[in-house]
Structure formats: structure tokens, C-alpha cells
């Protein structure tokens, strides 16, 4: 399973843009890329998955560079609701008995 | 809508007691679920891997006989923490992965040992 790496916490204020990256140097070809968002005492919430290029859904985008050896999460005009902790997994989705290893996540806090 | 439910969402047990919790996957049959466990400020740890109708696969470190497992249908697992002490107090949720899909996350039920 590959390994992901992201800052341990970053602050904002609301209404700005938040770029949260991931390092994933061994991906693997058939992994894919995905975004978790976790509130205290709750499970973690899907966010977006993607391959490789961009992705965008109603509330996020994920870029993959070419290499796909990094990913970058944008929060478009972050409110106060978005503090919370971001996970970036990367896992082969093809197999339903293949789970996926959490890393140790990025506290968002945003600011008033 | 929730795609995973768990229950409880809280309990509270003393020292040397069994507490049971339940996954149900309620939007798809789930041949496999997973439970993790997640202590205040950390990351979520995969415990074990529950498949239905065969035994479970563990985690290294994750002692088989203190969480038993049990994948009784293709729509609920269970967890029973047994003889359970304080150091168990935890956040456990389970999740399920439908082929080609994301994975979804139950609520999370939060153990706390007395």
C-alpha cells in the first residue's frame, strides 16, 4: 500500500482558497487517489477520488500531476465548518477487499 | 442518505465486561467490512478485516480473541470487545467498499471503559 504524506496542520481564514497537498512517491498504476474530511467523533466523510489530471465535484478539486506522485486537495471559500482533519489514501478501488491505510492527516483550521 | 450505520454510537461499560457493536451496510450487500479504531488526536487504525462467512483477519497486534469479530450476514458485522478495560476506550467505526467505489464510513461508536 503507498504510503501518503501531508502536513500535520494549516490555518485559514474563511473565504479564502485551501490547498492541501499529498505526497504518494510509490503509487502504484492501479491505485487511485482519495480525500476523506473527518469532524471530531464522526467517520470519515468522502470528499473526491481521481486518477490523474483534474477533478472537480460540488464542493472540492484534486489535481494529480503527471507523474502522479503528489495530489493536491482545493477547498474553494473555506468556512468555519470546514475545520477539520483531511486524510489523503491511495488504494486500488477495483477490489471491494482491499481496505485502505489511513496516514496521519492534516488539521484544517479556519479562522473567523 | 448513510450508507453505514453503527450501534451504539455510545457506551459506557465497566472493567471485565463485553460490549457488542454492530456495522450494518445499508445501501448494498458488502461481502467485506472493516474495522478501525481511532484514539484522541490520532489517525484511524485498521483493526481487522471482516468477511462474511469465513473468519476475520486480523491486524498484527490486534488480539483475535479481546475483538471478536463476527460477519453474520451480508449486510452486518459485529465487534465485541471482550473483558474490557480501560485502555480500550476508543473510537471504533467500521466501514464497507463497494468494487469500484469509494469507501464508505460508518458513524463511529465511542467506547469508554470504567
Known amino acids: 500500500l503507498a504510503k501518503t504524506t501531508q502536513p500535520i496542520s494549516m490555518d485559514s481564514y474563511e473565504g479564502q482558497e485551501v490547498n492541501i497537498t499529498c505526497s504518494h512517491n510509490?503509487?502504484?498504476?492501479?491505485?487511485?487517489i482519495t480525500w476523506y474530511q473527518q469532524f471530531p467523533s464522526q467517520g470519515p466523510r468522502f470528499i473526491i477520488q481521481g486518477y490523474k489530471t483534474k477533478v472537480t465535484n460540488e464542493v472540492a478539486s484534486l489535481f494529480i500531476p503527471a507523474d502522479r506522485k503528489s495530489s493536491t486537495l482545493s477547498l474553494p471559500r473555506v468556512s468555519l465548518s470546514d475545520t477539520a482533519v483531511y486524510y489523503c489514501?491511495?488504494?486500488?478501488?477495483?477490489?471491494?477487499?482491499?481496505?485502505?491505510?489511513f496516514g496521519s492527516g492534516t488539521q484544517l483550521t479556519v479562522l473567523p | 442518505g448513510a450508507v453505514v450505520s453503527q450501534h451504539p454510537s455510545w457506551v459506557i461499560c465497566k472493567s471485565g465486561t463485553s460490549v457488542k457493536i454492530e456495522c450494518r451496510s445499508l445501501?448494498?450487500?458488502?461481502?467485506?467490512m472493516f474495522w478501525y479504531r481511532q484514539f484522541p488526536k490520532q489517525s484511524l487504525m485498521l483493526m481487522a478485516t471482516s468477511n462474511e462467512g469465513s473468519k476475520a483477519t486480523y491486524e498484527q497486534g490486534v488480539e483475535k480473541d479481546k475483538f471478536l469479530i463476527n460477519h453474520a450476514s451480508l449486510t452486518l458485522s459485529t465487534l465485541t470487545v471482550t473483558s474490557a478495560h480501560p485502555e480500550d476506550s476508543s473510537f471504533y467505526i467500521c466501514?464497507?467498499?463497494?468494487?469500484?467505489?469509494?469507501?464508505?464510513f460508518g458513524p463511529g461508536t465511542r467506547l469508554t471503559v470504567t
Open positions: 445501501d448494498f450487500q458488502a461481502t467485506t
Open positions: 510509490n503509487i502504484a498504476t492501479n491505485d487511485y
Open positions: 466501514s464497507v467498499r463497494r468494487r469500484g467505489y469509494e469507501q464508505y
Open positions: 489514501l491511495v488504494g486500488d478501488v477495483s477490489g471491494s477487499a482491499r481496505q485502505l491505510t
